[in-house]
């Protein structure tokens, strides 16, 4: 059967358009997603705003995602097994990947990105990067898995201990991974400063101690800048504290650039850490994570639509309605 897509040219535009019918090669799968989470990348692909090195259009959309097989190409999977998929594909040979850095393949592969992702009816999947869902998850926790293995797998190589005071720079759903996957670590604080105090109670329900309009300056030993904005990156590099850390973890559009306190910086010994997605080792940790109840991603979760609502899906992510908190924005497929 043919099914329908959300697809973009980088023109501004969403569509649906109809795809299929697809059937699995060997060593893949044809996956029916049930839960696509939207975020500030998806419109930036959607604006032609992401760096050219890193996209083809026309692109279907929505790389944070969880399906059921529906048919396979791959011994070890049947239809109706629940699962979670590495969206990038690494060569598995190149130095990188050989040293486990698979995010940095010398081949760039990535679903949603450079082949068709997961916004649409069926999707088809290499099985090797399939990971399965435990029965007891919620789809809606399995969907965030991509934006929570981007997180994870930053702040496994900043955090370099328990008992550390750490400041979320922005209030967006990276944020609140940031803050919900910084427990993990066991802080002795997790300060989030945001912009919208709407944001507040969703920061406090992820974990974080307090929620600040501004934030505060050099006195954190972890800095995770989450917005990927020039003024959010100048406050995280202003909020480290001597011998601290920055995460840089918020994608500005492409060619974005910001002056920065280098005397600072050097005075301060300070190690700026920038991060780019996950790793297939990171990737298998969150699921772990997952399929154990560890973590709930879904818990950032604010607003739902089905396919037909894509427009007010993309209206929501765009302009944050006053006067409500807005956490992830979620396709819920059939
Ligand atoms: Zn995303
Ligand atoms: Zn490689």
């Given amino acids: 059967m043919t099914h329908r897509a959300l697809v973009t040219r980088g023109d501004g535009a969403l569509v649906l358009e109809e795809r299929g019918p697809f059937h699995p090669g060997p060593g893949e ?17 959607v604006d032609g705003l992401v760096d050219p090195a890193y996209v083809r259009y026309p692109l279907v959309i929505g790389h944070e995602w969880t399906g059921v097989v529906t ?3 791959a011994a070890q999977w049947t239809p109706g097994d629940r699962v979670v998929v590495e969206g990038i594909v690494p060569c598995r040979h190149c130095a990188h990947c050989a040293a486990g850095a698979t995010n940095i393949c010398d081949t760039y592969a990535e679903l949603g990105f450079t082949f ?16 399965k869902v435990a029965p007891h998850v919620a789809s809606e926790d399995a969907a965030l898995v991509e934006p929570a293995a981007v997180v994870y797998h930053g702040l496994s190589r900043a955090v370099a201990r328990p008992g550390l005071e750490c400041l979320v720079v922005g209030d967006g759903t990276i944020g609140l991974f940031a803050v919900q996957l910084l427990q993990l670590w066991s802080p002795a604080k997790v300060v989030m400063a945001g912009r919208r105090s709407e944001q507040a109670d969703l920061a406090l329900a992820a974990g974080a101690d307090e929620f600040a309009v501004t934030a505060p300056r050099a006195s954190f030993d972890v800095v995770v800048e989450a917005a990927g904005t020039p003024s959010s990156v100048r406050d995280a590099l202003s909020a480290v504290r001597r011998g601290g850390t920055v995460l840089l973890l918020g994608l500005p559009p492409h060619g974005e650039a910001t002056p920065v306190p280098i005397d600072d910086l050097v005075n ?21 994570l997952l399929n154990s109840g560890r973590i709930h991603p879904g818990a950032v979760v604010t607003h739902r639509f089905g396919l037909d609502g894509y427009r007010d899906a993309v209206a929501a992510l765009r302009t944050p309605p006053p006067g409500v908190a807005r956490g992830k924005v979620l396709l819920e497929l059939q």
């Fill in 29 to 45: 799968l044809v996956v029916a997603p049930r839960a696509v989470g939207l975020c500030g990348t998806d419109l930036e692909l």
């Fill in 71 to 73: 048919e396979s190409g």
């Fill in 116 to 131: 068709d992702g997961a916004a649409a009816g069926e999707v088809v999947v290499r099985a090797e990067l399939a990971h």
């Fill in 268 to 288: 301060g010994d300070v190690v700026v850490r920038a991060s780019f997605a996950y790793t297939s080792s990171s990737w298998s940790q969150v699921v772990a």
